[in-house]
């Protein structure tokens, strides 16, 4: 069946490729390629769409939605294109400008007055440009939607709880929470939900009539289960909840589907019926901004570009004198990336179903070679070699980790004395309760794990969603040898009274 469907793309897409001078040969060989990345890095089903010159170049959908089960991806299949939706977001509030109801540099407290940061000239001074370049001092807030469930509302309200951890303007954080925040400002514009608003303003008049905001609003079950790597093994996990942050990454799509927005993107904004953005405005979004450090993605350790930024939502270094446009999207058990090479009018989009599965990369850079720049190189080895070496260092630094552990330490106080409440007013409440020789833990209702004693007043343990590793809880006692604070992860709670 597999290979019918293969036969199928092949004739439908002869007469676009005749036009474009890719001969067949070379458009079977892109495919294997493909395949091989998707056998070389494990990925149960992943789905392509390659762009040049306006129109669809190459499409298709590779292995199955969900591993033990036989229905395989397809060009319609939905997957989630993640933080690749920022770009998405951005283009809204590009509509608004272009409109005249904003401009890039207002002040953010004109339109969400409810947004307050650690440091008062913060408040007053970050921009709708500040929320979308990730500079705004806010290190890391990712914890208010995998560590607890609380409205976006009450997010930007705990915000002033969170201390910087760079000077303002002065470094880059990757930030979803500020994308939520330009999501709300969007909605207050517009007079509608951010999902009402990119379904009437992007979808509809591009044509993505299989496209959805958020996972909800699915209508059949042509989508792919998300996996993670357990212990060797390929596990299907829960989806995650429809975020509260959903302007930041909640969008899905299909191949086909997302091909369009990738044309648009790629032609300063244009369709068929019109263009989404002024010229300006689009040219304003992909000009380059603010300096990203090249520890943000490894691949740079092989790529070694000259420069790397980010603009309104995407992306950029340069790749062997050209400039690439890109940005990756990551869900728990799920991945996308798209990348563009404007000047050659080249686009690309990837789907995968494995969790944080960098195929994704190779896929990116060959199709730059492949259809515009030559070469034959082979990413997916490159890639795998790095992302493999990064996995014996994290495996190392969890046994440099394990060989501190003291031997034949106790606990101070009895396990029943670690028991109880737990509160802060930025991360929320925690409970610790005695089972059997051990301490079970509950953040928010969110995150648990049941831990053993590790050493001293420490304990460790897997959570109960595997996929999230282990969990390390630390007990602090006050002089009077009552426990007095938990930290569970970088997040810490004082003990409620």
Not at 62 to 80: I, K, S, W
Not at 331 to 359: C, M, W
Not at 457 to 485: C, E, M, S
Request: include cysteine; hydrophobic fraction near 40%; proline fraction near 5%.
């Amino acid at each position: 069946m597999m290979r019918l469907y293969a036969l199928l793309f092949l004739l439908v897409a002869l007469p676009t490729l005749a036009q474009k001078a890719f001969s067949t040969k070379q458009i079977q060989a892109f495919d294997q390629y493909a395949e091989r990345v998707r056998r070389d890095w494990v990925i149960p089903g992943m789905a392509i769409t390659v762009v040049k010159d306006g129109r669809v170049l190459f499409s298709k959908g590779y292995g199955v939605r969900e591993v033990g089960r036989p229905e395989p991806v397809d060009t319609q299949t939905l997957f989630a294109c993640a933080s690749t939706t920022k770009a998405m977001t951005v283009t809204l509030l590009g509509m608004l400008v272009d409109a005249g109801k904003l401009r890039w540099d207002d002040p953010v407290y004109q339109y969400l007055p409810e947004l307050q940061f650690y440091e008062p000239y913060v408040t007053r001074q970050v921009t709708i440009r500040d929320l979308l370049l990730h500079n705004t001092g806010v290190g890391g807030t990712d914890f208010f939607t995998s560590a607890m469930t609380i409205p976006a509302n009450e997010m930007f309200r705990r915000m002033v709880l969170v201390k910087p951890v760079y000077s303002f303007r002065a470094g880059y954080v990757y930030q979803n929470t500020m994308y939520s925040a330009a999501g709300r400002i969007i909605e207050r514009l517009m007079g509608k939900t951010w999902s009402e608003a990119i379904r009437e303003r992007i979808f509809q008049p591009l044509g993505m009539t299989r496209t959805v905001p958020k996972r909800g609003h699915i209508a059949d079950n042509n989508l792919t289960r998300p996996h993670v790597r357990i212990n060797d093994t390929i596990r299907v996990i829960p989806y995650g909840l429809d975020s509260e942050i959903g302007s930041a990454g909640a969008v899905w799509s299909s191949a086909d589907d997302i091909s369009k927005w990738v044309i648009c993107m790629l032609d300063s904004g244009r369709y068929a019926g019109g263009r989404l953005l002024k010229p300006a405005t689009w040219a304003e979004i992909f000009r380059p901004q603010t300096m990203v450090p090249d520890d943000e993605y490894a691949t740079m350790q092989v790529l070694k570009p000259n420069w790397f930024t980010y603009s309104l939502g995407w992306y950029q270094h340069d790749y062997r004198g050209h400039k690439v446009n890109f940005h990756t999207g990551s869900l728990s058990g799920l991945t996308a990336i798209t990348g563009q090479l404007p000047d050659e009018k080249l686009g690309v989009f990837v789907f995968g179903n494995l969790d944080h599965a960098e195929g994704r990369h190779a896929l990116l850079y060959k199709t730059f070679d492949w259809f515009a720049l030559g070469g034959t190189r082979d990413w997916s080895a490159d890639f795998k070699t790095l992302y493999d070496g990064l996995d014996r260092q994290r495996q190392n630094a969890e046994q440099a980790i394990n060989a501190q552990r003291v031997a034949n330490t106790k606990p101070t106080v009895p396990l029943a004395a670690y028991a109880g409440t737990y509160t802060s007013p930025l991360y929320g409440e925690a409970t610790v309760t005695v089972t059997g020789n051990r301490l079970a833990i509950n953040v928010n209702e969110v995150l648990t794990a049941t831990l053993s004693h590790w050493h001293y007043d420490t304990f460790r343990g897997a959570y109960d969603k595997a996929w999230y590793g282990n969990a390390t809880a630390q007990f602090t006692l006050n002089p009077a040898g009552r426990v007095q604070t938990l930290l569970v992860d970088g997040l810490t709670f004082g003990r409620k009274p």
